[in-house]
């Protein structure tokens, strides 16, 4: 590695975040690539190009193409093309195919698809070292232009053996359109729309033979598909209940209106957020599905999903998933058609022609080739889609305050997302009760140990399982304190001072600032980071001091070499549960505004009784205030009622007794489980002191982890004597 010495030293001077790999002589990108297990697409090859004049490197990710006209445009250059093998060794000092990403004395440009991948690997100059980048540092190469001058390579969908076997006549057609315009105008004018507005009021809009054929095909799938509505029915319905078509943006617009027109299933998906090709296929067991709300949801195995070599895209038919979603800032798209018996593919084909024809009439762009599905013995790389290695798991914690008995707002705001992380075999869970963080503020001594123990019964009751996760308490584990200081250090007064909820604890507690409470956000850094953990299950309102621990994160790691991950947020479907009093989220400190875990079926009616009202339309449904909080509890506890109600309101005819009594009924059949599970834990405490064994083995494991952090970071930072 002597060769390359002063290149990495240069990296580190520029602050260029990176990671040495060695691996035998390779001189394909594809064969290294395939050595660390992945492919192209984590990769940035450095291409060097003579334009006009001058010598230029283009750094780009290895799976999209490079656009010579997009590229001589930004450049102003009449003429554009790659060096020769002299040019490129004479300019790069490397031999061909080993060329670095950082040249000096080149201007380079960095391509927008780098930037997709939080890492990727590239050139360091020699045939036996990969660099791994962290792309978002490669903007403080000097000079350096990011540009737009790539396109995505035709991509293909596969259906898996199994499901083909299943499904004869299931088939996918895809069409990519590049550098397309994504806006909010309303491009489909009443002229076009006016031919479906009538179709749509007509009766027999349901005997549609092609409409049918994909209600048979619906019928067929497994339950959890077919809770929802197929997508051509439900564009419908949301036109019935609107009375007029339903807008989204530009390109989500006219692939609606083609689908509603053909009755053919259409979607459409952002063609950069896709990795590799893509694949309908069954489910895994515990396999993530994140929505388009950014919930987490963890399938069973069985259902029908389209994925792409790392994550899945959709839940065929009904439901997209995050990743591929539609913004402003999508350039590129793919617009999927579907094909099932009693449709033919010829039907499909056109549906997803005219589609691309319309979007390029409409919002620009350039139309690539139209592909047909292939069948695929295997999963393509099933090991990467789970994104969590063989034998392998990722780390999560998250910690309780000992504010008291549990409410509804706890309960689904958290525990519910704690409950899955622990019950999914890719994940190692360490809960804690922050009893440290509790004292930052006034807190009652004489009680605040059994505030502690309701705690921990309480989530033991809620489903925490000893055998699955760590669960303990934070003072039992002093680590966490001694990594808190060492953390401090690369923090400053500054930031911490001027974070919203440390302002806002000051105004709260005038009497009471401490350094404590500034400290609070490195302390709950240092807990989440002596555990090395990746996703932190945590509302909202949490997001602020998750980023000072990502700051901190990426700050020992430039500064001392740590490995330290940087965590994010998880989020599960009642993450935000509204206050009963119809402004703000369910608290404890505002009375009458929560449902507690203890309340019997009466108290719940009695309290949501209480809760303001309306006279029940008519109209549309409040986006806020005590209606809508309303609604959001029917979301939560009764999805299937949703529809009705909204639809007796839009009448003007919803009785809130009634919404009120079933609320309450489902709410109660919710917590019931963990009341009687509350009371078996409290015999079995007081019989053999079950919580003080719990939390004192929980942190004999936690501080095997916790010891083992501290020590390679105090060695790091040089106060270890080896």
Do not use: W
Request: aromatic share 8%; with cysteine.
């Amino acid at each position: 590695m002597s060769d390359i010495t002063d290149y990495l030293i240069g990296l580190n001077k520029l602050g260029i975040r990176h990671e040495v790999l060695e691996h035998p002589e390779l001189k394909e990108a594809t064969d290294v690539q395939a050595y660390f297990g992945d492919d192209l697409s984590g990769s940035c090859p450095t291409l060097i190009m003579k334009a006009g004049d001058k010598f230029i490197a283009l750094v780009k990710r290895g799976d999209v193409r490079l656009d010579s006209a997009k590229l001589k445009k930004v450049l102003g250059a009449t003429s554009l093309r790659m060096a020769n093998a002299e040019e490129f060794e004479g300019s790069t000092g490397v031999p061909v195919g080993a060329a670095r990403v950082y040249n000096p004395g080149l201007l380079t440009l960095l391509d927008k698809s780098v930037f997709e991948r939080e890492f990727l690997n590239g050139g360091s100059g020699s045939f036996t070292v990969t660099v791994k980048y962290k792309t978002e540092d490669l903007k403080k190469i000097p000079g350096v232009i990011e540009v737009d001058a790539t396109e995505r390579e035709n991509m293909k969908i596969f259906i898996a053996k199994q499901v083909k076997k299943k499904f004869l006549d299931l088939d996918v057609v895809i069409l990519a359109v590049n550098n397309i315009r994504v806006n909010k105008d309303e491009v489909l004018t009443n002229e076009r729309t006016a031919p479906l507005v009538a179709k749509m009021g007509n009766d027999t809009f349901f005997e549609n033979p092609v409409f049918k054929a994909f209600n048979r095909f619906c019928e067929s799938l497994s339950s959890r598909n077919k809770k929802d509505f197929p997508s051509v029915e439900n564009l419908y319905r949301r036109f019935e209940k609107r009375g007029k078509f339903p807008r989204v943006n530009n390109i989500v617009d006219i692939v609606n209106l083609v689908a509603l027109e053909s009755f053919i299933p259409l979607g459409v998906f952002d063609l950069d957020q896709i990795k590799g090709d893509m694949m309908m296929r069954y489910s895994k067991p515990g396999e993530e599905f994140r929505s388009l709300g950014g919930d987490i949801e963890y399938l069973p195995a069985g259902l029908l999903v389209i994925s792409d070599e790392e994550k899945i895209l959709n839940l065929f038919p009904f439901q997209d998933s995050i990743y591929p979603n539609i913004t402003k800032r999508t350039k590129n798209i793919v617009i999927l058609g579907d094909v099932v018996e009693g449709i033919d593919i010829e039907d499909t084909k056109k549906a997803v022609t005219k589609a691309g024809n319309l979007v390029m009439e409409l919002a620009g762009g350039k139309k690539g080739n139209l592909e047909t599905s292939e069948v695929r013995e295997d999963d393509l790389k099933v090991q990467m889609i789970t994104k969590v290695k063989q034998g392998e798991k990722k780390r999560i914690f998250a910690g309780m305050r000992p504010t008291g008995r549990l409410h509804l707002g706890n309960y689904l705001g958290s525990a519910k997302g704690m409950l899955e992380l622990q019950n999914n075999p890719d994940y190692e869970t360490t809960y804690m009760v922050v009893d440290l963080h509790g004292i930052t503020t006034p807190y009652d001594r004489s009680t605040y140990q059994q505030s502690i123990r309701e705690v921990l019964l309480d989530y033991l009751a809620i489903g925490l399982d000893p055998d699955k996760s760590v669960l303990t308490v934070q003072s039992l584990v002093p680590e966490h304190i001694e990594l808190a200081y060492l953390l401090s250090t690369v923090t400053t007064i500054a930031k911490m001072s001027h974070l919203p909820t440390y302002k806002e604890k000051v105004k709260q507690f005038p009497e009471h600032n401490t350094v404590a409470l500034l400290n609070y956000p490195i302390l709950m850094a240092a807990d989440i980071l002596i555990y090395k953990a990746e996703l932190v299950p945590v509302g909202v309102d949490q997001e602020p001091h998750l980023e000072v621990a990502r700051e901190i994160a990426r700050r020992m790691n430039a500064d001392y070499g740590t490995d330290f991950p940087e965590p994010q947020r998880f989020a599960t479907k009642g993450e935000y549960v509204p206050s009963l009093l119809g402004e703000g989220k369910m608290s404890k400190s505002v009375e009458g505004s929560y449902i507690s875990l203890t309340d019997d079926l009466q108290m719940i009616m009695g309290k949501l009784a209480k809760a303001p009202t309306d006279a029940g339309g008519p109209g549309e449904v409040p986006k806020t205030g005590p209606v809508a909080n309303l609604f959001k509890f029917v979301e939560l506890f009764v999805p299937n009622r949703l529809e009705y109600y909204a639809g007796m309101y839009g009448r003007g005819k919803l009785r809130y007794v009634e919404m009120k009594e079933e609320l309450a009924r489902a709410i109660y059949e919710e917590i019931k489980p963990i009341q009687e599970k509350r009371n078996e834990i409290e015999r079995r405490d007081r019989e053999e002191n079950y919580v003080i064994r719990v939390i004192e083995e929980g942190a004999k494991r936690a501080r095997a982890v916790a010891a083992e952090t501290v020590a390679e970071v105090k060695k790091k930072m040089g106060l270890l004597i080896s």
